[in-house]
């Protein structure tokens, strides 16, 4: 009981000597800390810093709690060099790329690092949309919807998982005639392709063009349940159509394309798209 005693106490020693620097400080480190998740979530680099910072937290208890041999095993590995050559050896391309962005540009740490996020989003955008217009050349049907604020989880069970990293590629393999995920729709969420071949609701709209086909009312369909946006490609003349808020635009260009794709990757706006400006006829 002692034990937990003195740990309540020094907390509360640690909270009347809190100043607004103390906040600043944590503030910066847990920006970093995220950035460095960010970077490393997708990659092997980022269960070997789980680890790490499971070794950390212990070793942080074990002090509070006073287990004291416990308590220097933990210390003897994370204040020698070993952990700093590990870091260094981890996230060398991540430390090369980010001093390389420092040394051209002259911008300070922070800004690099929220550049370094920009670019990828930047060639994201570029691979997608030049996807995107392949299949359209091609006259191969699609149906990407982009998750918003509400959840899809009910559509998403009724496809395959997926959970790649979205990319261009990828989205064409999918795509590809006489494939099994080919007719279903492909559901998007952040950066990743969450599920593929899902099962979208129906418009029942009376006034939607007899020409459109099931792609652009499923489109619409999702487009009046959801905030979600959904890009279709027409088999049959491909021709680019955006869904959003029960209204389709068809005939989308490619500064259309680039401008939505921009929204939904770089910009991230939850306000209603500003191309959206008649309903499907």
Not at 51 to 56: A, D, E, K, Q, S
Not at 165 to 184: A, K, M, Q, R, Y
Not at 256 to 272: E, G, R, V, Y
Request: include cysteine; proline fraction near 2%.
């Amino acid at each position: 009981m002692s034990s937990f005693a003195d740990l309540f106490k020094t907390i509360s020693s640690g909270f009347v000597q809190f100043t607004w620097i103390d906040a600043v400080d944590i503030l910066i480190i847990c920006v970093l800390i995220y950035k460095l998740i960010i970077w490393t979530k997708a990659t092997r680099a980022y269960q070997v810093l789980k680890g790490i910072g499971i070794l950390f937290v212990c070793s942080v208890l074990s002090q509070l709690l006073q287990l004291n041999t416990v308590s220097w095993l933990l210390d003897a590995f994370l204040k020698s060099g070993s952990i700093i050559i590990v870091l260094v050896v981890l996230f060398q391309p991540e430390f090369r790329r980010v001093l390389e962005r420092l040394g051209r540009g002259g911008k300070s740490l922070g800004a690099a690092l929220f550049d370094e996020e920009t670019q990828d989003s930047v060639e994201l955008v570029k691979n997608v949309q030049s996807s995107i217009q392949a299949m359209a050349r091609r006259r191969i049907g699609a149906l990407i919807v982009v998750e918003q604020r509400t959840g899809l989880d009910d559509l998403i069970a009724t496809g395959t998982r997926i959970d790649g990293l979205l990319s261009g590629g990828l989205l064409e393999n999918i795509f590809e005639p006489n494939t099994p995920l080919h007719d279903g729709a492909v559901i998007v969420r952040g950066d990743r392709v969450v599920a593929a071949g899902c099962f979208l609701p129906l418009s029942d709209d009376m006034s939607i063009a007899k020409e459109l086909g099931t792609r652009h009312r499923a489109a619409l369909g999702v487009s009046t349940v959801s905030d979600s946006v959904t890009i279709v490609v027409s088999e049959e003349t491909g021709a680019i159509s955006i869904a959003r808020d029960g209204n389709l635009i068809r005939h989308v260009d490619a500064r259309t394309l680039k401008d939505t794709l921009t929204q939904l990757f770089i910009q991230k706006a939850n306000a209603p798209f500003s191309w959206i400006k008649r309903r499907a006829q």
